[in-house]
């Protein structure tokens, strides 16, 4: 199609008009939008894009938020949405610019449903009409015959074609996506620019020192392990993009160690559609616990409801904080919802209603902490104690805005927030900031002196002299470690379901950490451990008993 000399893009026009259209918006913004699309120069097809992005972000948030919603339907809006951001941009800065924007809306609509502006019941429906409109059109015109649908391509399964023998290896391999003769790819999404980079960081370092490590003896049956980063920072639009470059491009195995609930919100179908392992992510949302579990799904860590309901005992048990002056400051996506629903469970359990809970919210992947203060301010019920469901940045300025404040208020945090990011940030701000903050650990203390911990410090000072031992990249060693145990009893004939068979065969697995480790066809979560620390004045972590 072509108007006053301008070739426009089908694909992308046909998406914004079917979506106007059935959203049921003003008939003079659709004719506006229309037009813009037809007549698109390169810079306006971006602004259009950017305004769509702000239209139809609010409805997959709504969306997302709503557990009764089933996470394929809000998968397939969001990669039909990537392939427009994909088709508009021309460079990866436009194509990050508008991935940005598409994600701020979707916290908006998140945070429509969690403050009660929106009920699910018109989330579902906004999302249905938004689907509708994505369907085909009945009659597709002729200019539209030799383009192709929106919809991503199907991946074929991996070929099964024989390659030469492995050097070394008296049987021949198969060729499987991520692995040669001498090499074993995986791939890890997670933020290495922005606010919460750092966590990033640090779980790929501690993958790297475990990989470097056994690779350092031989490898894997004489294959190298090797790590390759894609950056989604913490944007589930990215996180798609970020998966699919990794998949794609870079041809790895499987994705280990990837960061992030809402993104793994994403992740996860994509790898499922593909039959692709998803091991050992540093999440302790819902999404990658499924009951009965998703195949190719496994973690290393317990839940962050399970972390909060263990942080909510200890503070009512030993502390003697009545419950209901425990409040909680969460993010508003699946890791704020998740640490909140252990707080629920633990109200439960003591026969209180949930709805009592007050909820702090922030934006995530923001530090805009003032209307939490703010609401805390105005409680007539006195607040005693509050457990943080948030990013290390936020969790900062929210202490240090609220501790002159409330000098006397306990703080507690579950493992996600990044301990050693936290500890980092509160330094900064003096020792009044640090003395006391707790939080919940998945993994021993980095201070200790398990086996489990000297061997990681050991590897990390050979490997990466330099770096300080970290919560993150402890968890990132840990999990990398179990799969290489699972890598190791597969043998040379790899592949992805005899290495998932062998991981759920998995059983009294110990690496020193003090707990066994196991796996099971209807368990697919090695460790249920929750380990206490708290922060002294020099903001070192110091070991703390939960129970």
Aim: with cysteine; charged share 20%.
């Amino acid at each position: 199609m072509r108007r006053a000399g301008i070739s426009v893009n089908f694909k992308l026009e046909s998406f914004v008009v079917r979506i106007l259209v059935n959203l049921r918006w003003t008939s003079l913004l659709v004719s506006s939008l229309f037009i813009t699309a037809a007549q698109a120069a390169p810079g306006d097809k971006i602004e259009l894009v950017r305004d769509l992005a702000g239209r139809v972000g609010p409805v997959i948030g709504s969306a997302l938020a709503c557990p009764d919603v089933t996470r394929p339907r809000v998968q397939a809006v969001i990669e039909k949405f990537a392939a427009v951001i994909r088709d508009a941009a021309s460079n990866e800065a436009q194509r990050a610019d508008l991935a940005q924007q598409f994600d701020r809306s979707v916290a908006d609509g998140r945070n429509a449903v969690s403050t009660g502006r929106m009920d699910c019941i018109q989330a579902e429906r906004r999302l249905a009409d938004l689907e509708q409109s994505l369907a085909p059109p009945a009659s597709p015109p002729a200019a539209a015959v030799a383009i192709p649908s929106l919809a991503p391509p199907a991946f074929a399964a991996a070929p099964t074609t024989t390659l030469p023998t492995a050097t070394g290896l008296g049987n021949p391999v198969t060729a499987v996506r991520g692995v040669s003769d001498n090499e074993i790819r995986f791939g890890i999404t997670a933020a290495f620019t922005g606010p919460v980079r750092e966590r990033g960081r640090q779980m790929k370092l501690g993958i790297e020192t475990a990989f470097n490590q056994v690779n350092d003896a031989g490898g894997i049956a004489g294959r190298k392990l090797r790590i390759i980063a894609a950056d989604d920072g913490n944007e589930p639009a990215r996180t798609l993009l970020a998966v699919r470059q990794l998949y794609e491009k870079d041809q790895i195995f499987g994705l280990i160690g990837s960061i992030g609930t809402a993104t793994a919100a994403v992740a996860v179908p994509f790898a499922l559609e593909r039959r692709m392992l998803f091991f050992g992510a540093y999440t302790g949302g819902n999404v990658v616990r499924r009951d009965p579990p998703d195949r190719y799904v496994f973690n290393y860590r317990p839940s962050y409801a399970e972390e909060a309901d263990a942080a909510v005992r200890y503070l009512v048990k030993l502390r003697k904080i009545p419950i209901r002056q425990i409040a909680v400051f969460a993010q508003t996506d699946d890791l704020g919802d998740a640490g909140f629903s252990g707080v629920a469970k633990a109200y439960r359990a003591m026969g209180l209603n949930d709805s009592a809970i007050l909820r702090l919210n922030y934006p995530r992947n923001t530090i805009e902490v003032d209307e939490a203060v703010n609401t805390l301010r105005v409680q007539k019920v006195p607040v005693r104690a509050i457990i943080m469901s948030a990013s290390y940045r936020a969790a900062a300025k929210f202490i240090e805005k609220t501790r002159a404040l409330y000098p006397e208020m306990i703080f507690t945090s579950i493992s996600g927030v990044g301990g050693s990011s936290l500890a980092d940030e509160l330094k900064l701000l003096g020792p009044r900031y640090t003395t006391g903050v707790l939080v919940t650990q998945v993994v021993p203390a980095v201070s200790g002196y398990s086996s489990a911990v000297l061997e990681y410090k050991n590897a990390l000072a050979k490997h990466f002299p330099g770096e300080a031992p970290d919560y993150a990249s402890l968890e990132g060693f840990i999990a990398a470690n179990i799969l290489i145990d699972a890598l190791k009893r597969v043998g040379p004939q790899l592949d992805t379901e005899k290495l998932v068979d062998t991981l759920e065969a998995t059983r009294n697995l110990d690496l020193g950490l003090g707990v066994a480790l196991n796996f099971g066809r209807s368990e697919h979560t090695a460790s249920k451990k929750i380990w206490g620390t708290a922060l002294d004045e020099s903001g070192r972590f110091q070991a703390v008993d939960l129970e």
